[in-house]
C-alpha cells in the first residue's frame, strides 16, 4: 500500500510464508570487489497456502544461476525479488543458486562489506538480501552450514554461526572454514567474519557440567583493552542460568570487534559482531560510563541467545519481543551487578533519563508509534526508543503485577512453549499470564495490552485529600493519554503505581487501605487500570505526603500536585531514592521552566540552594547519587515540558543557574573534590566511578566559577590533573572542566589530548564529542564544529566519527544547533544529504534531530520547516529519509488543516 510516496507495509497484512526454508548450504569465495556466493536451500511448501510462485528477496546481487533439483529453472525480477513462476510441483525440493556481490563498495554497512582489511556481515532487518537471494523474513527458520574461502595471509581467521566443523589448506594460499549451526535461525542472524585478528579466549564450566569456549576477536593491538569484555561476558553466562536458568547452549561463543558498525553490537547466533566502542576499554582509554557500556551491551547481545535467538519475531511488527524483554533483563543485569540497594536506584534513574530524553519526545513526535508499530515504510527506522526502551517498561511493568518469581515462571513457560518458535508479543504476554493465574496481570491482560497497541505517554494526576476526624486520607488517580498519529482517542492504559506515604517528619507510614483489617507494610503497587480511581487510607494520624510511581513503576508522566515545601520533604526523607532525585529534578525544572517563559527569575531560590548543599554534605548518601541529584534537567528536557520553546532563552536560563550553584556552593564543591577523590589502583567499580564523577562534577563548577571570578587556580589544578591523570575518566572529566568553562587553558589541552590519543579511534571519537557538546558562547562553538568537519580525522563514512559530532552538536547542544540565523538547520540538512549517499541508515538517525521543530518558537521554526523540505525535495533520497522527513511535515500539515477547521 503506498501513502504519499512512502510504501507501507502493515501488521494487519501479515501472511504465513508459502514456502519455508529448512536447511541451507552456503559457500563464499571472499574477495572484495567481487565474492562469489552459492547456496543450496532445502525449500518445503507451506500445506496451508495455495501453490503460488516463489519470491526470493535480493538487492544489489549480480545472478549467475539457479537450478531447482539439478535442473535448470526459468524465473523472473519483480521489485527487487526473485520470482520463479513455477517451481517443482514436490511439496519438498532443493533450489541452489549462484550470486555475486561487491562487499569493498557496500558503504551502507548492510549485508557483507569490507572494513579495515576484513570482511564482516550486519543482515538485520534485511540485510542478507544483500548477500544472496532468499525468504528474507523472521518467520523463516533454517539450519545453516556456511563454508568460508578466502586468502589465508589476508583472512587467516575465518568464522561463522555455530560450531567449527573442519578447515584446511586450499591451492593458491587460500584456506576454508567450515561452521555448522544446529540452532534453526532466521536469516537475520547469519554472520561471517574473515579477518587478521586476534582473540582473548577463556574456557568455563557451566552448571550442567559441559566446557564452553568463549573468544573475544579483535584487531592486532587491541588485545589488551579486551579483559573487560571477556569479564563482562562470562558474568552475563553465570546471571542467565542462575537467573533464568538459561544455559549456554553452543560449544562456543564469540564476539567479534569493528570499526565500522551502524549500531552497538548484533546477536548473530554464536557469532555476536560488536562495535568497537562496546567491546574496547582500558583505564588508560575508556572512561567509567565506557566500561558500564561495555558491560550493559555484552549482557544484552548475549542474552539475545535466548530472547531473540532461541525465540524470534514472527514479523518485524514484533521486534519488541526480542528488544524490548532484552533490554529489560539486561537493565536488571545491571542493577544486581551494581551491587547496594543504593547502586541499583542510581541505575535505574540512568536508564529512567534515557528513556524520558529520547522515548519521551518520541512518543510526542511525528514518528510516534506504539511498541508494536501497525505499519512502517522502513524497518530500519523502527529500531527506536519506544520498542526498546518503552519495551523494557511494559515487561517491566509485568514483572512487577507477577512478582519475582511469578515472572521467572512467565518465562520458563514461554520458553516451554515457544523454544525454536518465531512468536508475537501477545504470545509473551499470554505465557506470563498463564503462570501467574489469578495475578493484577492475568485479570487484566487484554487491557494491558494496550500498552503494545496504543502510542503516546499517559499522563497520570494525582490528588489527596485528608481527613483529620477519620484519620483517613483520600488519593485519587486519573489518566489521560493524548492523540498521536493514526491514535486520535486512547483507551484507558493498565498502569502499576508504587507508592508510600511520608510523614512531615520523614517517617514511612504503615498502609491501611479501607476495609483491610491491617497495615500491609509502608510500600505497596496500586493498579489504575480506569481514567479515575479512588484509595482511601485509614488509621492516618496526620496529613501525608504521597510518593508515587516509586521505582518509576509505569513510563507515565506525573502531575501529583505537590507543593515546594511537600517535595523537599521527599528529597531529604523518602525511602525510596528513585523519587528522592524525582523530586530534586522537579524543584530545580518548575524553576527553569518558569524562567524561561518569562514568568520567574534565572536564579534557583535559596530553599532549595540549601536543599542541595544538604545532599552534597550529606555523610551516608552514595557519591554516585549525590552527582545525578545536582545535576540540573538538560535544555532538551526543559524543552520538552515547554508549549512552545525558544532554545536560546532555555540555553541562558540554564547557564546561569548552573553558575549560581557554582558559586553559591563554592566551598562545598572543593570540599566535594578533596574528600571523593581515589587514590587507589584504578578499578570500574560502582564505588569508585561514583566518586570519580562527583570529583569531575565538582571540578567543572569550580573552573566555571573561576572563570566569572577571574580566579586562575581551578583551571590552573584542571590542567594540571588532566596532565597528570593516570586513567581516562579523570583525565577527560578534567579537560572537559576546561573546555565546558572556555577556560583558556582548554586549547592547549585539546592539543595534547590529541597528540596522545591521534592513533586511537574510540578516544578520538571523545575528542571531537568533548568540543561539539561544549556549552554555547557567542557560536564558537559551532565555528568551531563546521572547522572540525574539515579535520584530517574527521571521516562521514564512520558511523561513529559522524555521531561524535555531528549527533553531538544536533541532539545534545541545542543552544549551538538551534541558530537564529538558521545555519544549524542549514549544517544538518546539507550533513543528513551527504550521508544519504553513503548510509541511508545513519542519516535517518541524524534526521530524527528534527522530530520536534514545531515546538520551536518562531524564527526557529519557519527556518527548520524550510530545512527539511529542503532535504524531503532531494530526488533521489533513500527510503530511510524519506520516511522521516515526510511524516515530520505531513504532521505539520495535519494540524495545519486541523486548525484551519476549527477556525471556520
Request: glycine residues 6%.
Amino acid at each position: 500500500m503506498r501513502e504519499g510516496t512512502v510504501t507501507l507495509v502493515r501488521r494487519e497484512d501479515y501472511v504465513a510464508p508459502a514456502y519455508r526454508i529448512r536447511s541451507v548450504e552456503l559457500c563464499f569465495d571472499l574477495e572484495p570487489a567481487k565474492t562469489l556466493v552459492s547456496s543450496k536451500l532445502a525449500i518445503e511448501r507451506n500445506p496451508q497456502a495455495a501453490p503460488q510462485p516463489l519470491r526470493l528477496h535480493g538487492e544489489g546481487l549480480t545472478l549467475l544461476r539457479v537450478l531447482a533439483n539439478g535442473e535448470s529453472v526459468s524465473f523472473r525480477h519483480e521489485d527487487g525479488q526473485l520470482v520463479i513462476d513455477h517451481p517443482p510441483a514436490d511439496d519438498s525440493f532443493t533450489l541452489e543458486i549462484r550470486n555475486s556481490c561487491c562487499p569493498e563498495k557496500n558503504t551502507e554497512l548492510s549485508g557483507l562489506y569490507t572494513s579495515g582489511s576484513g570482511f564482516f556481515t550486519q543482515c538485520e532487518a534485511e540485510g542478507f538480501r544483500r548477500i544472496t537471494y532468499f525468504l528474507d523474513r523472521p518467520d523463516v527458520m533454517a539450519v545453516y552450514t556456511v563454508t568460508l574461502r578466502a586468502d589465508k595471509a589476508k583472512y587467516p581467521v575465518l568464522l561463522s554461526n555455530g560450531n567449527l566443523v573442519e578447515q584446511g589448506e586450499l591451492p593458491g594460499g587460500r584456506h576454508f572454514a567450515k561452521w555448522h549451526d544446529p540452532f534453526p535461525k532466521p536469516s537475520y542472524l547469519f554472520a561471517l567474519v574473515a579477518a587478521d585478528l586476534v582473540a582473548r579466549e577463556q574456557k568455563i564450566r557451566t552448571r550442567s557440567g559441559k566446557e564452553h569456549l568463549l573468544q573475544v576477536f579483535v584487531r592486532r593491538g587491541d588485545l589488551d583493552k579486551t579483559e573487560h569484555a571477556m569479564n563482562s561476558l562470562v558474568a552475563s553466562v553465570v546471571w542467565d542460568e542462575a537467573r533464568f536458568k538459561l544455559p549456554l547452549d553452543l560449544e562456543r561463543f564469540m564476539i567479534v570487534a569493528v570499526e565500522d558498525f551502524n549500531m552497538g553490537a548484533m546477536e548473530n547466533k554464536g557469532l555476536n559482531i560488536f562495535n568497537t566502542k562496546f567491546v574496547l576499554a582500558s583505564p588508560a582509554t575508556a572512561t567509567d560510563v565506557d566500561f558500564f557500556g561495555v558491560e550493559s551491551v555484552v549482557a544484552h547481545e548475549y542474552f539475545h541467545n535466548w530472547t531473540g535467538n532461541r525465540i524470534t519475531c514472527r514479523d518485524w511488527f514484533q521486534l519488541s519481543l526480542k528488544e524490548g524483554l532484552t533490554v529489560y533483563r539486561d537493565q536488571e543485569f545491571s542493577m544486581d551487578m551494581s551491587g547496594g540497594a543504593s547502586a541499583r536506584a542510581v541505575r535505574r534513574i540512568e536508564d529512567v533519563r534515557q528513556l524520558r530524553a529520547a522515548q519521551f519526545p518520541e512518543d510526542a513526535g511525528p514518528m510516534a508509534h506504539p511498541v508494536r508499530p501497525d505499519s512502517y515504510a522502513e524497518i530500519n527506522n523502527f529500531y527506536t526508543a519506544t520498542v526498546y526502551d518503552k519495551g523494557a517498561e511494559v515487561v517491566r511493568m509485568m514483572a512487577t503485577l507477577v512478582g519475582h518469581e511469578g515472572f521467572a515462571s512467565g518465562m520458563s513457560l514461554y520458553f516451554e512453549r515457544h523454544d525454536g518458535q518465531a512468536v508475537t508479543c501477545d504470545d509473551f504476554a499470554q505465557a506470563i499470564a498463564d503462570a501467574n493465574p489469578g495475578s493484577a496481570l492475568s485479570v487484566r491482560l487484554d487491557a494491558f495490552k494496550r500498552w503494545y497497541a496504543q502510542a503516546g505517554t499517559p499522563t497520570v494526576t494525582a490528588r489527596g485529600t485528608y481527613d483529620a476526624e477519620s484519620r483517613r486520607y483520600t488519593l485519587t488517580l486519573e489518566q489521560f493519554c493524548g492523540p498521536s498519529p493514526g491514535q486520535p482517542f486512547k483507551f484507558p492504559f493498565v498502569i502499576p503505581v508504587a507508592m508510600g506515604l511520608v510523614a512531615q517528619d520523614g517517617s514511612s507510614l504503615p498502609l491501611q487501605l479501607a476495609g483491610e483489617e491491617a497495615p500491609g507494610g509502608t510500600s505497596r503497587v496500586l493498579v489504575l487500570e480506569h481514567p479515575q480511581q479512588q484509595w482511601v487510607f485509614e488509621n492516618v494520624d496526620a496529613a501525608p505526603v504521597p510518593s508515587l510511581l516509586r521505582g518509576f513503576s509505569a513510563p507515565v508522566n506525573l502531575d501529583d500536585g505537590l507543593s515546594d515545601a511537600e517535595r523537599m520533604v521527599l528529597l531529604a526523607h523518602d525511602s525510596d531514592a528513585f523519587n528522592r532525585w524525582e523530586s530534586a529534578q522537579k524543584l530545580a525544572l518548575s524553576r527553569l521552566c518558569a524562567a524561561a517563559q518569562g514568568l520567574g527569575p534565572a536564579a534557583l531560590d535559596a530553599p532549595l540552594v540549601e536543599a542541595l548543599r544538604t545532599v552534597l554534605r550529606h555523610p551516608a548518601l552514595d557519591a554516585s547519587f549525590k552527582e545525578l541529584v545536582l545535576q540540573l534537567p538538560s535544555e532538551g528536557y526543559v524543552a520538552e515540558q515547554l508549549p512552545v520553546v525558544d532554545p536560546q532563552r532555555v540555553h541562558e536560563v540554564r547557564e546561569a543557574m548552573r553558575a549560581q550553584l557554582a558559586e553559591q556552593l563554592h566551598a562545598d564543591w572543593i570540599e566535594a573534590f578533596e574528600r571523593n577523590a581515589t587514590s587507589e589502583a584504578y578499578a570500574p567499580t560502582v564505588a569508585q566511578a561514583g566518586k570519580r564523577a562527583l570529583v569531575n562534577m565538582a571540578l567543572s563548577m569550580l573552573c566555571l566559577q573561576s572563570q566569572r571570578s577571574g580566579d586562575p587556580v581551578w583551571p590552573g589544578r584542571a590542567y594540571q590533573r588532566f596532565k597528570d591523570a593516570t586513567n581516562m575518566t579523570e583525565r577527560l572529566g578534567a579537560l572537559s572542566a576546561l573546555v565546558e568553562s572556555h577556560a583558556g587553558l582548554a586549547e592547549p589541552a585539546l592539543s595534547r589530548f590529541h597528540e596522545l590519543f591521534k592513533d586511537d579511534a574510540l578516544v578520538l571519537d571523545k575528542w571531537f564529542a568533548l568540543q561539539a557538546r561544549a556549552p554555547e558562547l557567542d557560536g564558537r562553538v559551532f565555528a568551531r564544529v563546521k572547522a572540525l568537519l574539515k579535520h584530517p580525522d574527521f571521516s562521514l563514512r564512520n558511523p561513529n566519527r559522524a555521531r561524535s559530532l555531528l549527533f553531538s552538536l544536533t541532539m545534545f547542544n541545542p543552544a549551538a544547533f538551534h541558530r537564529a540565523d538558521a545555519a544549524g538547520y542549514v549544517f544538518w540538512a546539507d550533513r543528513v544529504m551527504d550521508i544519504d549517499a553513503m548510509n541511508p541508515q545513519l542519516a535517518a538517525r541524524l534526521a530524527r534531530v528534527m522530530d520536534r521543530w514545531r515546538k520551536l518558537a518562531e524564527p526557529y521554526r519557519g527556518a527548520a520547516r524550510e530545512a527539511i523540505a529542503r532535504v524531503a525535495a532531494k530526488p533521489d533520497l533513500s527510503g530511510d529519509v524519506r520516511e522521516i522527513v515526510t511524516r515530520a511535515l505531513a504532521e505539520d500539515e495535519a494540524n495545519a488543516n486541523a486548525q484551519a477547521a476549527a477556525a471556520q
